[in-house]
């Protein structure tokens, strides 16, 4: 995770906020345990003030999700990510579909790598 300490010398990310969406939150509530657990695992990641949340599809608003750093949609629902961009277009929150191979192992490290990788290059 060389693009971590990148990411912390210029201070960009002091803050890490994902907000993970499938049909009903449920799947993605798993992911997000074990998301919280590689992270507090992680003496890179402990250190950094993290907010990971599942929601449903339905309930993203520019509300909703105005203080996340990035949507993560369950591959399942990766048809609707136009819809959901342009649901969030205005307030230019990068929305990205979750590897289907790491949601299906519930593969929580390589989803926050894919996060702070997306968060990083948006920026």
Known sequence: ???????????????????LACNLGSSTSILVNKMKQVAAGSQKLSSFDLMIDAIPAGNISTEQVKDY??????????????????????????VTV??????????????LKEAIYQIKTAN
């Open 69 to 94: 750093q990035i949507i993560m949609l369950g591959p399942q629902i990766g048809h609707r990510r136009n819809e959901i961009e342009q649901k969030v277009a205005s307030i230019n929150i990068p």
């Open 98 to 111: 979750i590897d289907a191979a790491d949601y299906g192992s519930m593969n929580a490290a390589n989803i």
């Open 1 to 19: 995770m060389n693009f971590l300490i990148y990411i912390r010398q210029e201070n960009k990310m002091e803050k890490l906020s994902i907000c």
